[in-house]
């Protein structure tokens, strides 16, 4: 299999690569020029490389030299934080995006995975179940757009026969995460035993390991009758103060815990409680424990302080 993958150094993008690479399969990997990431990707026979800025997707088809049987499309700006609203950053994300997948489409592509999110489905108050029928109700401007390009994928992947996917990613986190992450910014503080400054932790959350979502992903790809949406999550919801103190354990700190000291904001905790129940049906199921996954991060992100 011949696949081509953008924002190929993220986190899922340079997993997924070097999955499919270390399997045998072809990977066209399309990121920035220069980047400074592009070492996250392991030398492979079946890797190659292209440097593409996102306005330049359009480009594509006279970049790369092959026939492409899968895609998948990674790449987005402003994922975190305020630029999250940043209208002109996210509708840019969303023409990029459409220029990728006319690109894809013109290369024959017949297998569009689109990496989706929570975001999607909006802010999430209550406690019940979000499962691929819940209606999404997009509250920011990430999740507008995203939510945009999917539904114009759906459309334009079905007039060219083009078998559309889109794993809707909750919480993902690994080794490679973003640092300013929750996780991995709380496991900095924990082993420094710095004051950890946090919500009430009252909410519902769902952690995936890096690992189990990338094996979701060759399942799906893998998968001739996969298509549509599917929700990416371990599928066990708990408090996020109980994944809190799981880490404090295994960190031996002696952090003071300042539960509350952040508030929540005036619409309420978001609660994470997901259904992954389609995504089990394709033959999947995550393996690895949130304590197992905390334990693969220090051993490979903090290892000098053991």
Known sequence: MKVLISGATGMIGAALTNKLTSRGHDVIAVIR??????????????????????????????????????????????????????KDLQQENYKYSVDFLHSAIHLGCKMFVTAGSQAEYGSTLGTEKVNEKTKPHPDSEYGKNKLRFYEYAQEYCQKKECTLIEPRFFSIYGPDDYPGSLIISTLRKMLNNEDCNLTACTQLWDFLYIDDAVTGLMTLIKNKTAQGVYNFAYGESKPLKSFIETMYQITGSRSVLNYGAIPYPETGCINLNTDVNKLKSMGWSPKITFPEGIQNILETTFPNYF
């Not at 190659?48 to 030299?65: G, K, Q, W």
Request: one cysteine or more; charged letters at 20%; hydrophobic letters at 35%.
């Open 33 to 86: 020029p220069n980047s400074a990431k592009k070492q996250k990707l392991n030398r492979s026979v079946h890797l190659s490389v292209i440097e593409c800025e996102m306005n330049n997707y359009a480009l594509l088809p006279d970049l790369v030299n092959a026939e492409i049987d899968a895609v998948f499309s990674g790449a987005w700006n402003g994922t975190r934080g305020a630029e999250r609203n940043n």
